[in-house]
């Protein structure tokens, strides 16, 4: 028995050598507080952040914000404002938000590391790996029964058109259109965060059933591309999704506070969602989802496009490792050849927004829209989430900005807006 212990030991101990991050020639610091003056800011601009936050708590913009500012490697501004729940709980800077969307780009950069690995091709078409998705049919019609007439797909969904919301694969929920809205429903597909006993391959498996909106690659149609990518990376790491994170990027950037589902000793750090009714803040009912997902439930469900949950600091420092083109602390997430082309545009010049484009991780701004200011600078890549969360990372300028908030069902709010300028008008160098 000690024999074959020592045996298994060995095999896993292997297995984790050849997965585990490399370190670096490169040894960048993990983040750390700085005076913004030693990075070319200016103090007394960067203060008048204080005025527009506490503006948007009085005048009943947003219950809370945390906000976060780093230059050069260097937290120069973080603060708390507001309440984190309707209770008028005092809001932390160290609080825990429900980052939603902005959990697709560390999906993407996990299919990015397995990618590295030579596991796959970028190309190759999802049906490889998840069967379910073969002979792909693409919606004609809807017949008054909820029946529906499709055609078949001219090419099949690739892991690129996956990471970059070109596979025809709708958002149920979210969707725009309503047919698809009803049709994910009909067929159970959990779009986005569930307290239910459900996993990411029974959800996959059935929306592989349904049909596109349109043929793969002739469109951009935001998706749960990443959902089905997260149950790829279990099949070809065969772990469960929310243990490579953990292993492969979360421990490694030292990103504790970053979970599908919180450890009991982290749950009085979550911000609740709020909205407002009769002028009042409130704590967002139970609607399609619980609001109380990330620390109650089943915890069965790990979304790559919508589950985790994540701190300002965090985050700040899964992004200031893409500035680093791709190395934190020492240990090397992923190449600098990669990180460059996956800034690139993915999706043609016919099917990208007004002024920016989506790479294979994120939306990146291109000069038209730096061009018009407030903006950041050509090459910022950026994304949000739905819970109302926002960052942008500025190469040029090596400059991070992050806004948390947790709000549902508002209007009002200008404060994304308001911040790109007083960060980019605080710069002094």
Request: charged letters at 20%; proline letters at 4%; glycine letters at 8%.
């Amino acid at each position: 028995m000690k024999k074959l212990f020592l045996i298994i030991t060995i095999i896993c101990f292997s297995v984790l050598t050849v997965t585990a991050q490399t370190k670096s020639i490169k040894n960048s610091p993990p983040l750390t507080e700085a005076s913004p003056a030693s990075v070319g800011v200016s103090a007394e601009r960067l203060s008048l952040i204080d005025n527009m936050c506490q503006e948007a708590i009085d005048n009943s913009e947003v219950p809370g914000i945390v906000a976060l500012v780093a230059r050069r490697g260097k937290i120069i501004y973080h603060k708390a404002f507001g309440t984190s729940n309707a209770t008028g709980k005092t809001l932390e800077k160290d609080a825990i938000f429900r980052i939603a969307s902005q959990s697709k780009a560390i999906t993407a950069t996990a299919v990015m590391m397995l990618w590295e690995e030579g596991k796959f091709g970028l190309d190759d078409p999802i049906s490889n790996y998840i069967p379910e998705f073969k002979n792909e049919q693409v919606l004609d019609s809807v017949l008054p029964d909820g029946s529906f007439k499709t055609s078949p797909a001219n090419k099949s969904i690739t892991i690129r058109h996956l990471l970059a919301h070109t596979s025809g694969i709708g958002y149920g929920v979210i969707d725009g259109d309503a047919r698809f809205r009803k049709m994910y429903k009909d067929a159970g597909i959990t779009d986005l965060f569930t307290t239910q006993p459900i996993t990411i391959a029974e959800s996959v498996k059935k929306l592989a059933k349904l049909p596109l909106h349109h043929h793969p690659g002739e469109r951009f149609t935001y998706s749960e591309g990443l959902d089905v990518l997260g149950y790829f990376i279990e099949i070809i790491s065969g772990m469960p999704f929310d243990e490579f994170l953990r292993q492969r990027i979360f421990n490694p950037l030292g990103m504790n506070d970053t979970w599908f589902y919180l450890p009991d000793s982290k749950h009085s750090r979550l911000v609740s969602v709020q909205t407002k009714k009769d002028n009042q803040w409130m704590n967002y009912p139970t609607t399609f989802y619980d609001t109380d997902y990330p620390i109650k439930g089943a915890k069965t469900f790990f979304s790559g496009g919508a589950g985790l949950s994540s701190t300002a600091k965090d985050y700040a420092t899964f992004l200031q490792m893409y500035l680093n083109n791709g190395e934190l602390n020492g240990t090397r997430i992923l190449s600098r050849t990669t990180i460059d082309f996956m800034m690139k545009n993915q999706i043609g010049e016919t099917l990208k927004g007004a002024g920016f484009y989506y790479g294979l991780a994120f939306a990146v701004i291109e000069e038209e829209n730096a061009a018009k200011g407030g903006n950041f600078s050509e090459g910022t890549f950026q994304w949000g989430g739905y819970f109302n969360t926002q960052y942008h990372a500025d190469p040029e300028e090596q400059l991070i900005t992050i806004l948390m908030k947790q709000t549902q069902a508002i209007s009002g709010d200008k404060t994304a807006g308001k911040f790109r300028i007083l960060v980019s008008q605080a710069i002094d160098d």
